[in-house]
């Protein structure tokens, strides 16, 4: 949508195709993109990863004629000057018979209005708001960025409400904004996560004194109920993405069957005190004693696997991981310059290891690090292993890399292809994975415990869909300050 606004702006005339099922979605997109009355017309399908053979061409000559008149209709008035929606939010003013009622008629109005998420919410009074700031030293109209697929301007007092919404702590509210640099952090690949019709969902991940301070769990049932801190935070997270993103299930929020977890995503805080390693955010380039929160995009409902590690060695444990992850060899062969096809994208890993099998591991010699770089490893293909579609599609990749025609999700990236190309030669490995930095080893649960593997295909829209932000402006816990 914004390529299509770009061209109608560089006055070229553009008429867009929309798949039916996406109309809301796209008159969604004209309206943040100021170009409301942007002509659409509609085809009956939707094609992903398919040749152009099979499904495209007989679609765009099943629309053909309706393309052409829209392209020549003559310009109207309204389309000139289109009319832009301005919403200003003025503070609510609720009255019933009795506080419960009030409570009732909030939540419903609000949900009403698409400013909840479906569960009870507490009123952001402006006394709540004013107590929820309470735990940061920033200002309340710091802004911290865009947020898409709206656009709306997050700022800490945005961010303070929502907390409020959630039912959050002032001690919590620093890990929240800083979740929320991460993920309007011009790099991050927010647009994918939110508005795709694939399941994607995210993992925040704490690190730090301020983690045990406010009282996350990173143990037991770390991905579980019962706990306010890693609830809240999750859900205040989801609150922001929702009003100051504006995204809707079905309007631009195109998830298929929804996101997994999708009111508090998976939030949780790394097990620094079982862990055998320096903590995640050490590696990220913080010092131990800084708090720090991670977030990132991960696959949804078939993005996600447990593997129990009872009754097995760790080595096993570790062969069953590069087993999970070697059958994404497929990316090779299914690479076609052209089509844009998920099962094609490379992926990145986050690993959730229990303390047992990391203190194992650790014992083995592994480092943090070197345990990616091991599984990087062992995971790439040899040169003499590949058939003749797997080399043309790597072949195509590079190429497409360097005459920059790719999408972000199949590029790579100009420091990573020196190894790509001396792979592809006898003797070489190619790798399944872009870089070793693409799997993020954290460590959580209890012992015994289980093994969480996410993955998520690269960012199409921005460079990266992981980032690790400094929790700072903290007033009320003696970490974050």
């Not at 710091?142 to 700022?155: L, Q, R």
Request: with cysteine; proline share 7%; net charge neutral.
């Amino acid at each position: 949508m914004s390529g299509t606004v770009r061209l109608e702006k560089l006055g070229i005339p553009v008429a867009l195709a929309v798949a039916k099922g996406f109309e809301h979605d796209a008159d969604s997109a004209c309206h943040v993109h100021g170009m409301p009355t942007l002509r659409q017309v509609l085809i009956p399908g939707y094609v992903w990863g398919r040749q152009p053979r099979e499904a495209k061409k007989p679609l765009a000559i099943s629309a053909f004629n309706d393309l052409v008149e829209a392209l020549i209709r003559p310009v109207t008035r309204d389309e000139m000057k289109p009319a832009q929606k301005k919403e200003v939010l003025k503070p609510v003013e609720i009255a019933a018979e009795s506080y419960e009622a009030v409570l009732e008629k909030c939540n419903q109005l609000f949900l009403d209005n698409r400013w909840g998420d479906g569960l009870p919410m507490v009123p952001p009074t402006g006394e709540r708001v004013k107590w929820m700031l309470s735990g940061t030293s920033r200002s309340a109209d710091e802004v911290i960025g865009k947020v898409v697929p709206g656009n709306g301007i997050a700022t800490i007092e945005k961010i303070a409400i929502n907390a409020v919404m959630a039912g959050a702590k002032p001690e919590y509210l620093p890990v929240i904004i800083a979740a929320m640099e991460g993920l309007t952090d011009e790099d991050y690949d927010l647009l994918h996560m939110q508005a795709s019709v694939g399941n994607f969902t995210l993992a925040i991940i704490v690190n730090g004194p301020i983690a045990k301070e406010i009282n996350m769990n990173s143990g037991h049932g770390f991905l579980g109920y019962g706990w306010r801190a890693n609830s809240t935070i999750g859900r205040a997270v989801r609150l922001c993405l929702l009003n100051v993103g504006h995204v809707w299930p079905g309007v631009n929020d195109m998830a298929n069957i929804g996101r997994p977890s999708p009111h508090i995503f998976f939030t949780y805080a790394e097990n620094e005190e079982l862990c055998p390693w320096p903590p995640y955010h050490v590696g990220q380039g913080f010092k131990q004693e800084d708090s720090c929160v991670t977030v990132s995009t991960v696959g949804g409902y078939v993005g996600s696997s447990v593997s129990s590690f009872t009754g097995r060695t760790v080595q096993e444990l570790l062969n069953g991981i590069i087993k999970s992850l070697s059958p994404y060899r497929r990316i090779f062969a299914l690479f076609k310059r052209g089509t844009h096809n998920p099962l094609a994208h490379p992926s990145k890993h986050v690993i959730t290891l229990h303390p047992q099998a990391a203190m194992e591991l650790h014992q083995l010699g592994f480092t943090r690090e070197g345990l990616g770089h091991y599984i990087y490893e062992r995971t790439s293909v040899p040169y003499e292993e590949l058939g003749p579609e797997e080399v043309h599609g790597i072949q195509e990749r590079i190429k497409g890399s360097i005459e920059g025609d790719l999408i972000l999700s199949d590029t790579i990236p100009p420091d990573r292809m020196p190894v790509f190309q001396e792979a592809l030669k006898p003797g070489g490995r190619v790798p399944v994975m872009i870089s070793p930095k693409d799997i993020h080893i954290v460590v959580a649960g209890g012992a015994p415990g289980s093994t969480l593997w996410m993955s998520y295909i690269k960012a199409p829209y921005k460079w990266t869909s992981h980032q690790t932000k400094l929790i700072r402006g903290a007033t009320l816990t003696k970490a974050g300050h």
